[in-house]
């Protein structure tokens, strides 16, 4: 009777194993570890490691500028990310929450810089936005604004904003999907029954439509900063992280520290000081939301 | 034919509404159009752009060239390597697709309907990292590779796929397993049916609308997939498409012709894929989002 149930119990494990095996080795394992490596001045090939403390976060802190600098870079595309494809999502999604004719089209199509990778996007603009003839440049000659054409993604003026925009350009269609799927989930007699007291769109808006809405719009902002800070693809395919470190972010200099300089030890502290950064983001978000639902 | 003052005032009142919806509408779908043009332009732009020559490509600027060099998909095809990418990248994902479902539904049938002990605390673990964002692991994952022997082999850069797509497909599945009537299984297993046959006879195929999802995200998750590319990839004829670009654009800066034609190489079967079960990705985002 025990050994049928010790049998049975073993059988159950087997469906989990090989998630399991795949999990702990790939995910929990690499997340540890990170940590171990992050204290040591482990150089990748060496057989030995030495134990240095907190060698690599004290430099980190003090004498890694460009570090700080590329942080500085992705909060601004962050920034950007936040406040005007957000915006440009929410405007988008308001005005296809209504009976409106081609609705689904408009979804499809705004979807679509979503679906494509970071390399492709990056790709495609950096031919856009060539120096000397990228179509942007065309354009502005053909309008009569040919003195501000320039070489946009190698301008240090221009460059960090031109990588926003093409981030933002694959961007805005995700929020715009989520968002407007929270706009449709609120029911529509809330808008009858103040439209009936005589209530304005801004009136509607400000006291229906947006309370409703700040679980959708805290999720949205979460995501927007997660995936931004962690911009890569885009970068690699378009500057490189150049001129000099106008578009480095906090992954480019981590992978330069890890693959250009063999520094595996310096990288991982990178990595453990970047992804606390996150928690960090994403925690106060978290608390932000619960004080402003409790209001 | 005549109407009386009042009548006629609340026609009056009905037409100005109905005026003013119908501008309103016209700007709002001019508006709408204006942004689905930019979304499309680049991609149409790359696309004219791959059919124009080397000498032609920096000054014409015809959306519709006149002479389509259809063979530069050939080259790109053939002397590019864009043909041994594309059938590369092609192996990745049916592999990690389907490596992802079989896993990740077992994983999560168990966590649905079989008891054993720590089932909580290890679906626990499991989602958690679903939140927690750990950019710097990807180096650790590296140096185990690396020791594994699997840096450079197709193995090291599908067994990592596979596992970042499990947390959110047992998730997913756990989910829906949860959602369904019990009773057929219950009665498959009074029958005689060991537990692997209901799994796999019955819930299994129960569970197809929501393995479409996971299918469709994992798809588009490995085709994009570049930075594993390129710290665990070296050889020219193991890369998929998106390294095989990064490498043509390093290799050939200005060749623009060639270069767009291996995006829209890329890009064309994501472009189907989306197209034609654009209503299943939709829901799963939203779907992910509202309950999430």
């Known amino acids: ?295 | 034919m005549s109407l009386n003052p009042v009548e006629f005032e609340d026609k009056l009142q009905v037409n100005y509404e109905k005026i003013k919806k119908g501008t309103v509408s016209v700007f709002v779908h001019i508006f709408l159009i204006a942004v689905s043009l930019s979304c499309l332009f680049p991609l149409w732009w790359a696309f004219a752009s791959s059919l124009k020559t080397q000498q032609t490509i920096f000054n014409d600027l015809s959306l519709f060239p006149k002479a389509p060099h259809w063979e530069n998909y050939v080259e790109a095809w053939t002397k590019a390597d864009f043909g041994m990418y594309f059938s590369n990248s092609l192996i990745y994902t049916v592999t990690v697709v389907i490596g992802v479902i079989l896993i990740a539904s077992m994983a999560a049938y168990a966590f649905s309907r079989l008891q054993f002990p720590g089932k909580n605390v290890l679906f626990l673990i499991l989602i958690s990292t679903m939140m927690v964002p750990i950019p710097g692991s990807i180096i650790p994952l590296y140096v185990l590779l690396n020791k594994l022997h699997l840096v450079n082999t197709r193995l090291g850069y599908i067994l990592p796929q596979i596992n970042a797509g499990l947390a959110l497909g047992i998730f997913l599945l756990k989910t829906f397993f949860d959602d369904l009537p019990k009773e057929l299984e219950d009665s498959a297993r009074i029958d005689g049916c060991g537990r692997f046959r209901v799994y796999w006879h019955i819930a299994l195929p129960l569970a197809r609308p929501a393995i479409a999802v996971l299918a469709i995200f994992n798809i588009l998750a490995v085709w994009n997939e570049y930075l594993l590319a390129m710290l665990v990839l070296n050889s020219k004829n193991l890369m998929p498409l998106q390294r095989g670009l990064m490498v043509f654009q390093g290799a050939h800066v200005t060749q623009y012709p060639l270069l767009m034609a291996g995006i829209v190489i890329t890009v064309l079967p994501v472009l189907v894929v989306y197209l034609m079960l654009q209503k299943h990705i939709i829901k799963g985002i939203t779907a992910g989002a509202v309950k999430g």
């Not at chain 1, 060539?130 to 000659?141: S, V």
């Not at chain 1, 606390?276 to 939301?289: E, K, Y």
């Open chain 1, 1 to 295: 009777m025990n050994l049928q149930k010790f049998r049975n119990i073993a059988g159950n494990y087997i469906f989990i194993i090989p998630a399991f095996l795949l999990f702990f080795t790939f995910s929990l394992y690499p997340f540890f570890k990170v940590f171990q490596l992050s204290v040591t001045d482990w150089d990748g090939i060496s057989p030995y490691m030495n134990y240095v403390g907190l060698e690599n976060f004290k430099d980190l802190f003090m004498d890694n500028t460009v570090f700080w600098f590329s942080m500085k870079n992705a909060f601004f595309v962050t920034f950007l990310a936040l406040v005007v494809q957000n915006f440009l999502a929410l405007f988008l999604a308001i005005l296809c929450d209504r009976e409106i004719k081609g609705g689904n089209v408009y979804r499809v199509i705004f979807y679509l810089p979503p679906v494509l990778s970071g390399i492709v996007v990056g790709l495609i603009w950096n031919w856009i936005y060539d120096g000397n003839y990228g179509l942007l440049n065309h354009f502005l000659t053909f309008i009569g604004l040919g003195d501000f054409a320039r070489s946009w993604l190698s301008d240090p003026k221009s460059a960090l904003i031109a990588v926003s925009v093409i981030h933002m350009w694959k961007g805005f269609g995700w929020g715009f999907v989520i968002l407007l799927a929270g706009l449709q989930s609120i029911p529509r007699d809330l808008y009858e029954a103040a439209r009936v007291d005589g209530a304005s769109s801004w009136i509607v808006f400000k006291k229906i439509t947006a309370p409703l809405m700040i679980p959708v719009f805290i999720l949205v902002s979460i995501l927007t900063i997660l995936g931004t800070m962690q911009l890569f693809d885009i970068i690699i395919a378009t500057t490189g992280g150049g001129p000099g470190y106008h578009t480095e972010v906090p992954m480019t200099r981590m992978l330069a520290s890890m693959i250009g300089n063999s520094k595996f030890g310096y990288a991982s502290a990178m990595g453990v000081v970047f992804g606390l950064i996150l928690l960090i983001i994403s925690m106060i978000q978290i608390r932000v939301s619960k004080m402003m639902r409790q209001v």
